[in-house]
Nanobody, 124 residues
Framework: QVQSAESGGGLVQAGGSLRLSCVVS????????MGWFRQAPGKEREFVAA????????YYGDSVKGRFTISRVNAENAVYLQMNDLKVEDTAVYYCGLSKSIYIDYRPSSYDGWGQGTQVTVSS
């Protein structure tokens, strides 16, 4: 049983940066995957980035690759999302969740322990 708590969102101008944090209560096992997703009003929840807990292998959605970086501090049960060169279309509520999948899974339904999310608003 895990529960995430996201923070770090805010209002930023296009081209700016934000760093999101996700702290997980409960146990993250070495075989787990931690992922960031985002959801804008009226849209499906979208895969942003994920990281395998044991070795730190990372995956990114096409729309954020090269701009966002996911990382983790295992001992702190924390995962971070460094977002650079933000675009208006990055505006969304960002969520953190955990997956027990063996392979990388881009489906929100594979993840659990979602927090309440943190709002990221990018202005032009």
């Amino acid at each position: 049983q895990v529960q995430s708590a996201e923070s770090g969102g805010g209002l930023v101008q296009a081209g700016g940066s934000l760093r999101l944090s996700c702290v997980v209560s409960g146990t993250i096992y070495s075989s787990d995957i931690m992922g960031w997703f985002r959801q804008a009003p009226g849209k499906e929840r979208e895969f942003v980035a994920a990281i395998f807990w044991r070795l730190g292998k990372t995956y990114y959605g096409d729309s954020v690759k090269g701009r966002f970086t996911i990382s983790r501090v295992n001992a702190e049960n924390a995962v971070y999302l460094q977002m650079n060169d933000l675009k208006v279309e990055d505006t969304a509520v960002y969520y953190c969740g955990l997956s027990k999948s063996i392979y990388i899974d881009y489906r929100p339904s594979s993840y659990d322990g979602w927090g309440q999310g943190t709002q990221v608003t990018v202005s032009s």
